[in-house]
């Protein structure tokens, strides 16, 4: 039993690093749109939920896929990698807008823009999402 379980271990982290990262996206999405009271909330949500769970997912799926014995021009995979890689661009980016919203409440548009590259990011992982579970190849 106990090898049953640990088989499926990454596939967990994975889909838990995942599960968080799209709830704290959209937690963030939702609080940096709001006003200046949860501007905070929304920068401590990028740098306590969304970046430790995207390093959760991209190191769990790395794991997955150094274990299997896949082909390397598989569709979903590279739609994986592809919201994986350039999503810690815009998540870095996104924390940095955060932190300066949380820093200026006067100005609005950091928040805005916030609001905006998080819903964007977390449409990329709805259409992630959408390739892992489907495998259109």
Same mark, same amino acid.
């Given at each position: 039993?106990?090898?049953?379980? !640990?088989?499926?271990?990454?596939?967990?982290?994975?889909?838990?690093?995942?599960?968080? +990262?799209? *709830?704290?996206?959209?937690?963030?999405?939702?609080?940096?749109?709001? *006003?200046?009271?949860?501007?905070?909330?929304?920068?401590? /949500?990028?740098?306590?939920?969304?970046?430790?769970?995207?390093?959760?997912? !991209? +190191?769990? *799926?790395?794991?997955?896929?150094?274990?299997?014995?896949?082909?390397?021009? +598989? /569709?979903?995979?590279?739609?994986?990698?592809?919201?994986?890689?350039? *999503?810690?661009?815009?998540?870095?980016? /996104?924390?940095?807008?955060?932190?300066?919203?949380?820093?200026?409440?006067?100005?609005?548009?950091?928040?805005?823009?916030?609001?905006?590259?998080?819903? +964007?990011?977390?449409?990329?992982?709805?259409?992630?999402?959408?390739?892992? /579970?489907?495998?259109?190849?």
């Amino acid at each position: 039993m106990l090898a049953l379980v !640990r088989a499926d271990f990454p596939v967990f982290l994975h889909v838990l690093g995942a599960m968080v +990262l799209v *709830g704290s996206i959209a937690a963030t999405a939702i609080a940096a749109g709001r *006003g200046v009271l949860l501007r905070g909330v929304a920068f401590r /949500t990028m740098v306590f939920l969304v970046l430790p769970s995207w390093a959760l997912m !991209r +190191l769990a *799926g790395q794991w997955i896929e150094s274990r299997e014995n896949w082909p390397d021009d +598989l /569709t979903w995979l590279g739609i994986g990698y592809i919201v994986g890689d350039v *999503g810690l661009v815009i998540l870095l980016a /996104t924390a940095l807008i955060a932190w300066w919203a949380y820093r200026n409440p006067e100005r609005s548009w950091p928040g805005r823009a916030v609001a905006g590259l998080a819903s +964007l990011y977390l449409v990329a992982l709805l259409v992630a999402m959408w390739a892992m /579970t489907t495998k259109p190849d």
